[in-house]
């Protein structure tokens, strides 16, 4: 069964940086596009980054020049290295998987698990950002 578990989330300063980190189990991240997602209590789930099987790579308005999203194949881990955070940081992070990349159009990022490209995701991490 595949498993996608995020981890490396924790509190920091403003300014900070924290690297991501999402596992993948009896998957290789040859096969699918992943992105990176966050969401806040009673806000709109944001697609972060993503990262597609030919290699393109997209970031958020918010996220451009502070995060860089890279994958190990090797090790089937896909990061999300983030820079310069700020309190709006603020958020769970989710990895997902799919035959697509989802952008979010509203609501929480548990109605982009449901999508039909969106095949597996995980739990999520917390990254807390304090001023």
């Known amino acids: 069964e595949v498993q996608l578990v995020e981890s490396g989330g924790g509190s920091v300063q403003a300014g900070g940086s924290l690297k991501l980190s999402c596992v993948a189990s009896?998957?290789?991240?040859?096969?699918?596009?992943m992105g990176w997602y966050r969401q806040v209590p009673g806000k709109e789930c944001e697609l972060v980054s993503s990262?597609?099987?030919?290699?393109?790579?997209t970031y958020s308005d918010s996220s451009q020049g502070r995060f860089t999203i890279s994958p190990d194949n090797d090790k089937k881990v896909v990061y999300l290295q983030m820079n310069n955070l700020e309190p709006g940081d603020t958020a769970v992070y989710y990895c997902?998987?799919?035959?697509?990349?989802?952008?979010?159009?509203?609501?929480?990022?548990?109605?982009?698990?449901?999508?039909?490209?969106?095949?597996?995701w995980g739990q999520g991490t917390q990254v807390t950002v304090s001023s």
């Open positions: 997902a998987a799919g035959t697509g990349v989802v952008i979010p159009t509203g609501g929480n990022c548990h109605r982009v698990w449901g999508h039909r490209y969106i095949r597996y």
């Open positions: 009896e998957m290789t991240f040859d096969d699918y596009d």
């Open positions: 990262m597609r099987r030919d290699g393109t790579k």
